[in-house]
């Protein structure tokens, strides 16, 4: 399932009770263009280092993030307003990946915040 947040909403209740229910929350800025976002996400979840840094392994690299055992994991991926309007077709590639691997894994839950 994915969470839109604006900027007008409550991020960090929103957040505050995601880790209030146990989820593993792993906040990954949004950058400003497509290498910007590949690498916030390499940094921000330690991605492996085969990782290419393009789309299909970033949709290879979220399938296998590991998590612990019992634990839901919860992407919020924050301050995506400026991507969303100087470079859409990449807010959209990804808001597209994250919601194709948050309904292949029982354990994901995605948040995306526009601020």
Same mark, same amino acid.
């Given at each position: 399932m994915t969470t839109?947040?604006?900027?007008?909403?409550?991020?960090?209740d929103h957040l505050i009770t995601l880790i209030?229910?146990?989820?593993?929350?792993?906040?990954?800025?949004?950058?400003?263009?497509?290498? =910007?976002?590949?690498?916030?996400?390499a940094a921000a979840l330690d991605l492996?280092?085969?990782?290419?840094r393009n789309w299909d392994a970033l949709v290879d690299?979220?399938?296998?993030?590991? =998590?612990?055992?019992?634990?839901?994991?919860e992407l919020v991926w924050d301050h995506t307003h400026e991507l969303r309007e100087t470079a859409p077709e990449t807010y959209a590639t990804v808001v597209d990946i994250l919601e194709q691997?948050?309904?292949e894994r029982d354990?994901?839950?995605? =948040?995306?915040v526009d601020r």
């Open positions: 839109f947040l604006g900027r007008y909403d409550e991020v960090d209030g229910h146990g989820s593993d929350v792993r906040i990954v800025r949004a950058g400003v263009d497509k290498r =910007t976002v590949l690498d916030e996400f492996p280092a085969w990782f290419g690299a979220l399938r296998g993030l590991p =998590t612990e055992e019992g634990r839901r994991l691997v948050a309904d354990d994901l839950g995605v =948040t995306v």
